[in-house]
């Protein structure tokens, strides 16, 4: 290149520099460099560079700035050298390679030459320029130090390279630490041996992340869509960037690509430029039949999400069977989600059972409707596990396990007497403290003290029991209480940690029996034939995007739900308090609050009703005397689905029943809790 092509690159740089407001900011990040007791070798400033603006300036910048960062940052560095010696920023600067540029790009062109798939191969043969990916992170190791830059002085005493910053070696993308400190450089005056001058070198941060395309999930999902193998990406964060991305989450990643030498291999890594948390768009439309069926059933508010969960998983049971864990689990998969504020909203189940093979296959199916759906296999890790980092650090890599995968969505756990009682002792802390720890040797891992760090745990748990366990019996049916349920191998405290245990009852015995076989029959003879005509037709791409667009809506609680809720909850903390000497805990609101709005979402409203709340506490009711035994509130076990749906006569029936038991609780209120009458007249 020419000088003068050089010289007017430069002076583009400088008007770009000034017009994006990137030397009043070099100024300022020169600032902290006067300390008199700070003296570096390098210098690292982060400038952020727009390249449309940049293509606006100069568009030959523009393309190096896109296709050949290297040589950017070189102009970059030239220009800013100049304008720190020039305005005397910072006195200790003596030559132009003291001075560390770092490009941050806002953005990429949105076109596909600049986005990497993560699922494409080979990766290694593309251009060394900046990409775009997205990705789910699966591993993360610990922070551990870098040489940022160092200074190197020559041997021969005679060389003006014995003193002075003529000699400075800058961290590279996709450079090893021996790339940038070694023994064994040369003078390029006289060729003498460089040594380093060690109190000036320049440490930095750096962390390495496993990055992986997200639709390996398909691969850990009940439903395995194909014997596709994917390859996870390790990216390099250095600096500002380190802790910026959690285990477990999906982010768009704008990075570096770059050949690392390892001695015998050469390995393809990323080093990381600028991060975004990133959440796939999925559908939000609702299908026709859904708005026909709304509009028919608008002047019940609990009919159309009786409907909605009579007519689900018609693949596996038949309508009518276990309607209440069916309406269960499509709230769990509408309520799992985090708020406006990353407030993370979950409600674990528990289904207590006597066929687990069907309730099984139920719940894998429930699982593919799921945003992020993990199935945890009994034999695999279910939090995190640790490994030697491959790539020279020797610190610790975190990998995800299974509920960490699960991040946002739903972990399905399976049947839980497959589980040793040190698995299910880890369940039990996590479903009460919603956190992972991790312990990490130091001795082994290269530290000089061990270290335990903890992970947030942000999804739903699906588990079922086999109540007809004999072998691991939890040790309650001696001193049975009216209305509990026996919960197999699993212990009293681990079901209490679960926000919502179902027992799945068949209280049509044989009956149910033979129409669970006839449809596994017909499913089996005619697979994809409708076998039940008075049944909405209603497909599983259907209810996702049922489940999408009753995720996205804002809900808010009517004065009528709020008293409803607080209410119950007080009249019933204070009546098992004093009958069966149980303390209700305030997990307890939340898992009221959690289920209305639930309801009310699945109902696709945005105002929760006493209705919604009368759901929820005959749920919760439910659940609470599997666990603890009857109270003054009596119920029927199946209070949410009382009667057969297959008809209008059926719905109008369950509205009435619904309508009583809906005075019942108020009557409940009304007699138990402090100050109720306050709030509810006795009429």
Same mark, same amino acid.
């Given at each position: +290149?020419?000088?003068?092509?050089?010289? *007017?690159?430069?002076?583009?740089?400088?008007?770009?520099?000034?017009?994006?407001?990137?030397?009043?900011?070099?100024?300022?990040?020169?600032?902290?460099?006067?300390?008199?007791?700070?003296?570096?070798?390098?210098?690292?400033?982060?400038?952020?560079?727009?390249?449309? =603006?940049?293509?606006?300036?100069?568009?030959?910048?523009?393309?190096?700035?896109?296709?050949?960062?290297?040589?950017?940052? *070189?102009?970059?560095?030239?220009?800013?050298?100049?304008?720190?010696?020039?305005?005397?920023?910072?006195?200790?600067?003596?030559?132009?390679?003291?001075?560390?540029?770092?490009?941050?790009?806002?953005?990429?062109?949105?076109?596909?030459?600049?986005?990497?798939?993560?699922?494409?191969?080979?990766?290694?043969?593309?251009?060394?320029?900046?990409?775009? +990916?997205?990705?789910?992170?699966?591993?993360?190791?610990?922070?551990?130090?870098?040489?940022?830059?160092?200074?190197?002085?020559?041997?021969? =005493?005679?060389?003006?390279?014995?003193?002075?910053?003529?000699?400075?070696?800058?961290?590279?993308?996709?450079?090893?630490?021996?790339?940038?400190?070694?023994?064994?450089?040369?003078?390029?005056?006289? /060729?003498?041996?460089?040594?380093?001058?060690?109190?000036?070198?320049?440490?930095?941060?750096?962390?390495?992340?496993?990055?992986?395309?997200?639709?390996?999930?398909?691969?850990?999902?009940?439903?395995?869509? !194909?014997?596709?193998?994917?390859? *996870?990406?390790?990216?390099?964060?250095?600096?500002?960037?380190?802790?910026? &991305?959690?285990?477990?989450?999906?982010?768009?990643?704008?990075?570096?690509?770059?050949?690392?030498?390892?001695?015998?291999?050469?390995?393809?890594?990323?080093?990381?430029? /600028?991060?975004?948390?990133?959440?796939?768009?999925?559908?939000?439309? @609702?299908?026709?039949?859904?708005?026909?069926?709304?509009?028919?059933?608008?002047?019940?508010?609990?009919?159309? !999400?009786?409907? %909605?969960?009579?007519?689900?998983?018609?693949? @596996?049971?038949?309508?009518?069977?276990?309607?209440?864990?069916?309406?269960?689990?499509?709230?769990?998969?509408?309520?799992?989600?985090? =708020?406006?504020? =990353?407030?993370?909203?979950?409600?674990?189940?528990?289904?207590?059972?006597?066929?687990?093979?069907?309730?099984?296959?139920?719940?894998?199916?429930?699982? /593919?409707?799921?945003?992020? #759906?993990?199935?945890?296999?009994?034999?695999?890790?279910?939090?995190?596990?640790? !490994?030697?980092?491959?790539?020279?650090?020797?610190?610790?890599?975190?990998?995800?396990?299974?509920?960490?995968?699960?991040?946002?969505?739903?972990? &399905?756990?399976?049947?839980?007497?497959?589980?040793?009682?040190?698995?299910?002792?880890? @369940?039990?802390?996590?479903?009460?403290?919603?956190?992972? *720890?991790?312990? @990490?040797?130091?001795?082994?891992?290269?530290?000089?003290?061990?270290?335990?760090?903890?992970?947030?745990?942000?999804?739903?748990?699906?588990?079922?029991?086999?109540?007809?366990?004999?072998?691991?019996?939890?040790?309650?049916?001696?001193?049975?209480?009216?209305?509990?349920?026996?919960?197999?191998?699993?212990?009293?405290?681990?079901?209490?940690?679960?926000?919502?245990?179902?027992?799945?009852?068949?209280?049509?015995?044989?009956?149910?029996?033979?129409?669970?076989?006839?449809?596994?029959?017909?499913?089996?003879?005619?697979?994809?034939?409708?076998?039940?005509?008075?049944?909405?037709?209603?497909?599983?791409?259907?209810?996702?995007?049922?489940?999408?667009?009753?995720?996205?809506?804002? %809900?808010?609680?009517?004065? #009528?739900?709020?008293?409803?809720?607080? #209410?119950?909850?007080?009249?019933?903390?204070?009546?098992?308090?004093?009958?069966?000497?149980?303390?209700?805990?305030?997990? !307890?609101?939340?898992?009221?609050?959690?289920?209305?709005?639930?309801?009310?979402?699945?109902?696709?409203?945005?105002?929760?009703?006493?209705?919604?709340?009368?759901?929820? %506490?005959?749920?919760?009711?439910?659940?609470?005397?599997?666990?603890?035994?009857?109270?003054?509130?009596? $119920?029927?076990?199946?209070?949410?689905?009382?009667?057969?749906?297959?008809?209008?006569?059926?719905?109008?029936?369950?509205? +009435?029943?619904?309508?009583?038991?809906?005075?019942? $609780?108020?009557?409940? $209120?009304?007699?138990?809790?402090?100050?109720?009458?306050?709030?509810?007249?006795?009429?």
């Amino acid at each position: +290149m020419k000088m003068a092509d050089i010289l *007017s690159l430069r002076e583009s740089v400088l008007v770009y520099l000034d017009r994006s407001g990137g030397l009043q900011k070099l100024a300022a990040d020169c600032i902290p460099f006067n300390d008199p007791q700070q003296i570096e070798a390098v210098y690292r400033f982060c400038i952020s560079v727009n390249p449309s =603006d940049v293509i606006e300036v100069d568009p030959v910048l523009g393309d190096y700035v896109l296709h050949d960062p290297l040589r950017a940052t *070189s102009l970059f560095q030239s220009v800013c050298f100049l304008a720190i010696k020039t305005l005397s920023l910072v006195e200790k600067i003596h030559t132009e390679s003291q001075v560390n540029i770092i490009l941050k790009l806002t953005h990429l062109p949105p076109f596909p030459e600049y986005t990497l798939d993560l699922c494409s191969f080979p990766r290694g043969h593309g251009p060394m320029r900046p990409v775009v +990916m997205e990705g789910l992170v699966t591993a993360i190791t610990r922070v551990t130090k870098y040489t940022q830059g160092a200074r190197f002085l020559c041997t021969n =005493d005679d060389c003006p390279c014995s003193t002075g910053f003529h000699h400075i070696r800058v961290h590279a993308p996709g450079a090893t630490e021996s790339a940038t400190v070694r023994n064994d450089f040369s003078c390029m005056i006289c /060729s003498s041996q460089l040594r380093e001058d060690v109190k000036f070198r320049v440490l930095g941060d750096k962390q390495l992340v496993e990055l992986i395309h997200v639709q390996a999930l398909n691969v850990l999902s009940a439903h395995q869509q !194909s014997a596709l193998r994917y390859q *996870s990406v390790t990216l390099f964060l250095r600096d500002e960037l380190c802790n910026s &991305m959690r285990i477990g989450r999906l982010y768009r990643v704008l990075g570096i690509p770059a050949h690392v030498h390892q001695w015998p291999n050469i390995t393809w890594s990323v080093e990381a430029n /600028s991060i975004q948390p990133w959440e796939p768009e999925y559908p939000h439309k @609702i299908n026709a039949n859904f708005q026909e069926l709304l509009k028919a059933t608008s002047g019940s508010p609990w009919r159309f !999400s009786a409907i %909605v969960a009579h007519c689900f998983g018609l693949d @596996i049971t038949p309508p009518g069977l276990y309607s209440t864990l069916k309406l269960c689990l499509l709230l769990s998969l509408v309520q799992t989600r985090a =708020d406006a504020k =990353d407030t993370f909203h979950s409600l674990d189940l528990l289904v207590v059972t006597t066929d687990t093979l069907i309730l099984d296959r139920l719940l894998s199916y429930s699982l /593919s409707l799921a945003c992020r #759906g993990v199935r945890h296999q009994a034999s695999g890790e279910m939090f995190a596990s640790l !490994s030697r980092d491959e790539h020279g650090a020797g610190t610790a890599n975190i990998h995800a396990g299974s509920a960490l995968l699960a991040t946002g969505g739903i972990c &399905m756990l399976g049947d839980l007497s497959c589980y040793k009682k040190d698995k299910l002792d880890a @369940i039990q802390s996590v479903l009460e403290n919603r956190t992972a *720890s991790v312990f @990490i040797p130091g001795k082994k891992y290269g530290e000089d003290a061990d270290q335990q760090l903890s992970f947030p745990v942000q999804c739903s748990f699906w588990a079922l029991t086999d109540s007809t366990d004999s072998s691991r019996r939890s040790g309650r049916a001696d001193c049975a209480v009216l209305g509990t349920a026996e919960m197999g191998p699993v212990p009293f405290q681990l079901a209490d940690a679960f926000g919502l245990v179902i027992q799945c009852r068949d209280n049509v015995g044989e009956q149910a029996l033979l129409a669970q076989t006839v449809h596994t029959l017909q499913q089996a003879v005619q697979p994809g034939k409708p076998h039940y005509p008075s049944c909405v037709e209603l497909s599983t791409q259907d209810y996702r995007e049922l489940v999408a667009h009753a995720q996205s809506l804002q %809900v808010e609680l009517s004065p #009528g739900a709020e008293k409803i809720i607080h #209410g119950y909850y007080m009249a019933n903390r204070r009546v098992r308090s004093q009958s069966q000497g149980v303390k209700m805990s305030v997990t !307890s609101v939340k898992l009221l609050i959690s289920l209305a709005e639930a309801h009310c979402k699945l109902c696709l409203r945005t105002r929760v009703l006493e209705e919604d709340a009368v759901i929820a %506490v005959l749920l919760c009711e439910n659940s609470v005397t599997l666990k603890h035994g009857a109270s003054a509130l009596v $119920i029927p076990p199946d209070a949410v689905f009382p009667c057969d749906l297959g008809d209008v006569d059926g719905l109008q029936r369950r509205d +009435m029943t619904l309508d009583d038991l809906h005075q019942n $609780i108020l009557r409940f $209120i009304y007699a138990y809790a402090p100050g109720a009458d306050t709030y509810i007249t006795e009429e």
